[in-house]
């Protein structure tokens, strides 16, 4: 698996716009994209830090992932990121060292990357994205 750098941390929020307020007015970061991702019930904001990414999610319908996740662990760190060439077969030799993946294919997600999310019982408790942008390949 070639993982170039971490690509973001998203970062689960209960109201996207008063948290954007604190990214921006506390912190001096720049919002420079919200969209709503439709099929996890989830709309993001995205910030840049440096060459990493942080990614506000707030849940569309409290039965969508974030909701969730924020009723039963509140706000906070909801998962990291890895940006990866190749990303299906990066999720198959994953499978094959026995890693329990959430996504057996990868899938469009925010900012037009093909994402796969790796199972935290398999990952020491930390929910893992895997992100490829083929647009910059």
């Known amino acids: 698996m070639n993982i170039s750098h971490i690509e973001h941390i998203g970062i689960a929020v209960k109201d996207l716009e008063e948290s954007i307020r604190f990214y921006e007015d506390v912190l001096g970061l720049k919002c420079y994209a919200i ?23 707030a849940s569309t ?18 998962h990291m990121a890895f940006a990866v060439k190749g990303i299906d077969n990066a999720l198959a030799q994953l499978d094959e060292k026995g890693i329990r993946l959430i996504d057996q294919k990868s899938r469009k997600g925010a900012e037009g990357l093909d994402i796969a999310f790796l199972h935290p019982k398999s990952t020491h408790g930390v929910l893992m994205e895997l992100c490829e942008d083929k647009g910059s390949s």
């Open 61 to 78: 319908d409290p039965e969508g992932p974030i909701g969730k996740f924020i009723e039963k662990k509140g706000e906070g760190v909801h």
């Open 35 to 57: 969209e709503e991702v439709s099929d996890q019930k989830v709309r993001t904001a995205f910030f840049r830090a440096g060459q990493t990414k942080v990614e506000l999610l």
